[in-house]
């Protein structure tokens, strides 16, 4: 009872400081639709407390979310764009230890912002999946935390951990997270040249972690994948298909055997081999046999077991479609809402 209290009390203080500016829609649109759990939030307006570069997140995790620093540092993922018939359809494996995935609906400001659809680990935010009083101020944070996710212009980004190295700094620049760049980029990129225009306006701090590479599509057909490196930004364009797992790119060779590096990308790059288009069928197809579930599963160095958390499909159309927790008699389908 006095827990339940103290939330309460931190709920109010939260309502009377941001008054109307704090879109209490947002807080209370989180609901569960899945048992995993999976929630989903509607992200409206805008929120004046929340970070918006890296020194104020540094704050606002240690305050708020302190799961944050305590999750390992091990994301082994898969991402992938390809051409499907009707446009280009986006594949991510988010393979991690037992998440709340939450969906979120970022809702367009005209002229400011557009209208996307992302998904993030709502245990990196201290969120439980009961959709408590607690769980609806946290995950207000899901908004500037994205893991994956694509806007209303085709745009789709998304991260996967690679080695760690001391990317230099530009003085001249704003610093700002690796998860709050994704946040800009679909916020305000429609295409991909659009998004490494705003990649190159920002130094990146990887706090609380891990290191990552950014793959980035449009509804173009372009492609690229984006690394932070001790060189500074490398940025490999390719018309897609394109895809990453979790090794550099910037330091290989032309003829280097990238497929002896990862079992997950050589299925996938034998999968290109032979088709070049791939309908939403054929992505999750894809997708489930880079899983790592049941006995592909990824025991760390800690010795605890890292499974694919989701599996999502962005598809041209606006719909991402994904299955979770490896179930993939299951698929959830949700619309970009502007």
């Known amino acids: ?189 429609a295409t991909v040249k659009e998004a490494l225009k705003i990649v190159n306006s920002y130094n990146i701090d990887f706090f609380p972690g891990p290191h990552v590479h950014f793959l980035i599509g449009d509804a173009n057909g372009d492609g690229a994948i984006v690394e932070f490196t001790s060189q500074g930004v490398k940025v490999i364009e390719h018309k897609v298909p394109i895809y990453a797992t979790n090794f550099t790119f910037y330091d290989k060779k032309e003829d280097a055997d990238l497929n002896s590096l990862c079992w997950r990308y050589k299925t996938i790059n034998e999968f290109f081999s032979e088709n070049q288009t791939v309908n939403f069928n054929g992505m999750m197809d894809l997708l489930k046999s880079v899983a790592q579930i049941k006995d592909k599963a990824f025991i760390t160095k800690w010795g605890q077991k890292l499974t694919t958390q989701w599996s999502a499909v962005y598809m041209p159309s606006g719909l991402l479609k994904v299955c979770f927790g490896g179930d993939y008699g299951r698929v959830f389908t949700f619309k970009i809402e502007k």
């Open 1 to 189: 009872m006095k827990n339940f209290y103290k939330a309460v009390i931190i709920a109010v203080i939260f309502l009377v400081f941001l008054g109307i500016k704090y879109p209490v829609a947002t807080m209370m649109s989180l609901k569960k639709v899945s048992g995993y759990p999976v929630l989903t939030l509607d992200f409206y307006g805008t929120n004046p407390i929340l970070p918006k570069n890296a020194k104020e997140l540094k704050r606002t995790i240690k305050l708020f979310y302190p799961n944050a620093t305590k999750r390992r540092n091990d994301i082994y993922c898969s991402l992938i764009a390809a051409k499907s018939k009707k446009g280009t359809i986006y594949g991510r494996n988010f393979d991690w230890y037992k998440a709340v995935p939450i969906v979120v609906f970022t809702h367009a400001i005209e002229g400011k912002r557009y209208a996307s659809i992302s998904l993030t680990d709502g245990a990196y935010l201290s969120v439980k999946g009961d959709c408590g009083i607690m769980d609806k101020i946290n995950a207000a944070g899901a908004y500037i935390s994205p893991f994956d996710g694509m806007n209303e212009k085709g745009l789709f980004i998304s991260i996967a951990l690679v080695k760690q190295e001391k990317v230099p700094q530009d003085p001249k620049k704003e610093t700002i997270s690796a998860v709050l760049m994704v946040r800009k980029i679909l916020d305000k990129a």
